[in-house]
């Protein structure tokens, strides 16, 4: 079966373009900058404050990895606790490592690039956690030795020990191997437990479904939101938004709180790793909204969900 994205122009990008951008033969050409070693915000995270649960809140463990705790019960999304994915080193280290995490009840995947879901970090969590992934990648983690598999349709809702996940779209691709391009679906979840809604984007360029998702699936309290792998953009922007477009999808969504990812872990695209930020404080200044509704954590840093509820 083939996926498709809600706008019928999309296409993956194909093999004479990506030559293209990675000889560097257009016209956005930008200086090399460096891969790893590059400053940005981090805090190593101990997971003390973490381990009672009693307080609902979100960290950001890198790249799209959160530990989300709402109701008492721990969620990872996009897990990527590896040193590299394939030849592309982290930047820098995992802002929750190992022996800071909980004890996870459920690990959600938005979809099955490899910095978003992860062989080594995925076989380490073992078969314990319910594993909630796109239609089409079930019997990946069943072959992996994961037993408790849950797979979602675009917006299919189901209650699982209390939290309700919402699977919801997003504008992007599949593809894990040579032969296998958009054979399982790709998109993004909505949390809800106890009237509180956490929205994770997954990888998207902009499309109208930020608005759908707002409207069907709102109110959303906090929105995770990808700011960065956006260069160049005649390649980029059909599959990953920039900064200016997190701020327009923000707005669309109805959210109250942003909060950043996908910047700073893996050097993925052409602008420099510490870029982002810069370019998402322009863009919110633009829009004139309130600065107490952006929030750009430090690697590791965890965000208690009461306190931005009272921004």
């Not at 030849?87 to 978003?116: E, M, S, Y």
């Not at 796109?134 to 979602?152: D, S």
């Not at 005649?234 to 709180?257: C, G, N, Y």
């Amino acid at each position: 079966m083939q996926f498709t994205n809600l706008s019928s122009h999309f296409r993956k990008p194909g093999t004479l373009r990506i030559l293209q951008w990675m000889l560097r033969l257009h016209g956005e050409r930008q200086p090399k900058h460096p891969a790893t070693g590059v400053s940005v915000p981090f805090i190593q995270n101990d997971g003390a404050a973490l381990r009672d649960g009693t307080r609902d809140s979100l960290t950001w463990i890198g790249q799209a990895s959160f530990l989300v705790q709402l109701g008492g019960k721990n969620i990872l999304i996009d897990p990527v606790l590896s040193p590299a994915i394939g030849w592309i080193k982290r930047n820098v280290p995992p802002g929750l490592d190992w022996d800071a995490l909980p004890k996870i009840d459920f690990v959600l995947v938005t979809h099955n690039h490899r910095d978003h879901m992860d062989t080594q970090t995925l076989k380490r969590l073992g078969p314990e956690p319910v594993y909630v992934v796109p239609q089409g990648l079930g019997a990946w983690f069943k072959k992996a030795g994961m037993h408790r598999i849950v797979e979602m349709a675009w917006w299919q809702t189901l209650d699982i020990n209390g939290v309700k996940i919402t699977f919801v779209p997003a504008q992007h691709w599949s593809r894990r191997y040579v032969s296998d391009v958009n054979t399982s679906w790709w998109g993004g979840f909505v949390l809800e437990r106890g009237g509180v809604r956490v929205y994770h984007s997954g990888d998207s360029g902009w499309f109208d479904g930020f608005k759908l998702i707002g409207e069907r699936c709102g109110p959303i309290d906090v929105a995770m939101l990808p700011i960065g792998a956006y260069a160049p953009r005649w390649f980029m922007h059909p599959q990953h938004i920039a900064p200016e477009d997190a701020v327009r999808a923000f707005t669309a969504l109805k959210a109250k709180q942003f909060v950043a990812m996908h910047w700073g872990t893996f050097k993925l695209s052409d602008e420099r790793l510490d870029e982002p930020p810069e370019l998402l404080r322009a863009a919110w200044r633009h829009k004139r909204l309130p600065l107490r509704r952006l929030n750009i954590p430090a690697i590791g840093e965890t965000l208690f969900l009461d306190e931005l509820a009272a921004k």
